[in-house]
């Protein structure tokens, strides 16, 4: 397994603003992604942070509302821009090992935002 | 792509009793469902997870089965304790080493 750190754990934000969610893994992973939880739902992938290269967003999300880096194989941040009230929610990031056709992913703490 | 489907969203249960979570998936080809425990303010955690070659797997008071041709998954937890209480979400493989997640389960054991 790996442990997963974020930072913030939580943040209070202004509309307008921006804010970085880093990420950091304890051992080397394959795969990292981003998720957003809203309060009592399920997890909505965002994107697939791609070592060295731009990320893979899913339908609805886009590189200049959420971009990502991931310089290496232990660490990712995800920055929230221009931030609405709308963009209240849990930011959780996962890593874990590809197998053939399956990835076992393991999840961080999750940063709890709210956007006034 | 992936379908999933959790039922029921809220299990009620007494201690001591069993509580069972079920998963429908849609894609045939789909060969391992984790499942995922998450506590209020945390992260999901991975608890139990089966692959398509076998059709039941324990760890302790939590076992997961799973049927390939009817393309079901469920959790069975069983003399449930107040930790337990948690919300729990299955999932199933999607290309390019993704998953896609069920709903969820609030589940609630009452001491």
């Known amino acids: 397994s790996a442990v997963i750190s974020q930072k913030p754990s939580r943040d209070i934000c202004q509309r307008g603003t921006s804010l970085t969610i880093q990420c950091q893994v304890d051992s080397q992973v394959t795969m990292m992604f981003w998720y957003r939880q809203q309060p009592g739902q399920s997890l909505t992938l965002i994107a697939t942070?791609?070592?060295?290269?731009?990320?893979?967003?899913e339908s609805g999300f886009v590189i200049d509302k959420f971009p990502i880096s991931r310089p290496n194989l232990t660490f990712s941040t995800l920055t929230v821009s221009n931030m609405s009230p709308e963009d209240s929610s849990i930011y959780l990031c996962s890593g874990g090992l590809a197998g053939d056709t399956y990835n076992e992913q393991f999840f961080g703490p999750g940063t709890r935002l709210t956007v006034l | 792509g992936e379908n999933v489907e959790q039922h029921p969203s809220t299990l009620s249960v007494q201690e001591g009793d069993s509580a069972v979570i079920k998963c429908t998936y849609s894609?045939?080809?789909?060969?391992?469902f984790p499942w995922y425990k998450q506590e209020l303010g945390k992260g999901p955690q991975l608890i139990i997870d089966i692959r398509s070659n076998v059709g039941e797997k324990k760890d302790q008071r939590i076992a997961v089965t799973l049927n390939k041709t009817a393309k079901h998954f469920s959790l069975h937890i069983t003399e449930t304790q107040p930790e337990d209480s948690a919300v729990y979400f299955c999932a199933a493989p999607t290309p390019y080493q993704k998953v896609t997640f069920g709903t969820g389960t609030k589940l609630q054991v009452i001491p």
């Open positions: 894609d045939s080809a789909s060969n391992y």
């Open positions: 942070a791609n070592q060295g290269s731009e990320a893979t967003y």
